[in-house]
């Protein structure tokens, strides 16, 4: 079972859109609707963005989506906020033996 | 609402058991077909699912992991626990429990986190 591919760093203006992607497998983003995105501030427990790929739990705001083409999933936030700056983490239904994998993260920093 | 919290010793000495418990409160660990999970991240790392149990007991561990890993739930208590065996300090991380609902979508409930080091 290996990570979930994403950048490392992302950056972006106040206003702009960016979109982080995560790259897993046909065994995992590629088989399943089940990829979640979670962010994460510095000393907080990660808090949940995006589930089955494009949906927002309530209380998110509209500005995060979520999208998935073949082995490859994304999250887009557009109208970047200073609050936005954080680390996000892309996660995927891989299976029932080993039911879950992350990625490794990306620092997502607003200028 | 349902709420977790983690619990446990701060400090583990390097070859001894790391033992964990998280409590549920604000609704009942067995009834309902929710999965109970740890996921835990080592300093200024990513996060690394560690295992999970499913509310009739079966498990799921990280292949990586799971000769070291046992999961259990006491339902008398409403606590569900992590036991990692043989540490080193490379499983010094913070530790967190989670929910994951039946349709196993995602984490959607997470405790604080617990910060363990191992070290003599």
């Known amino acids: 079972q290996s990570a979930l591919t994403q950048p490392a760093s992302v950056s972006g203006s106040p206003g702009q859109s960016i979109t982080i992607s995560c790259t897993g497998t046909?065994?995992?983003?590629?088989?399943?609707?089940?990829v979640s995105w979670y962010q994460q501030h510095p000393g907080k427990a990660p808090k949940l963005m995006i589930y089955e790929v494009s949906k927002r739990p309530s209380g998110v705001s509209n500005r995060f989506s979520g999208s998935k083409s073949g082995n490859t999933a994304s999250l887009t936030i557009s109208g970047l906020q200073a609050e936005d700056e954080a680390d996000y983490y892309c996660?995927?239904?891989?299976?029932?033996?080993?039911?879950?994998?992350f990625g490794g993260g990306t620092k997502l920093t607003v200028l | 609402q349902l709420q977790l919290q983690e619990s446990g010793p701060g400090l583990v000495k390097p070859s001894e058991t790391l033992s964990l418990t998280c409590t549920v409160s604000?609704?009942?660990?067995?009834?309902?077909?929710?999965?109970w999970g740890w996921i835990r991240q080592p300093p200024g790392k990513g996060l690394e699912w560690i295992g999970s149990?499913?509310?009739?007991?079966?498990?799921y561990y990280n292949p990586s992991l799971k000769s070291r890993v046992t999961i259990s739930v006491d339902t008398s208590k409403n606590q569900f626990s992590l036991k990692l065996s043989s540490v080193t300090a490379a499983d010094t991380a913070v530790y967190y429990c989670a929910k994951s609902p039946p349709t196993r979508a995602a984490f959607d409930i997470w405790g604080q986190g617990t910060m363990v080091t191992v070290s003599s």
């Open positions: 996660c995927s239904y891989a299976g029932s033996s080993t039911p879950w994998v």
């Open positions: 046909s065994s995992d983003v590629g088989s399943y609707n089940l």
């Open positions: 149990i499913y509310y009739s007991g079966s498990t």
């Open positions: 604000g609704g009942s660990i067995s009834s309902s077909s929710y999965y």
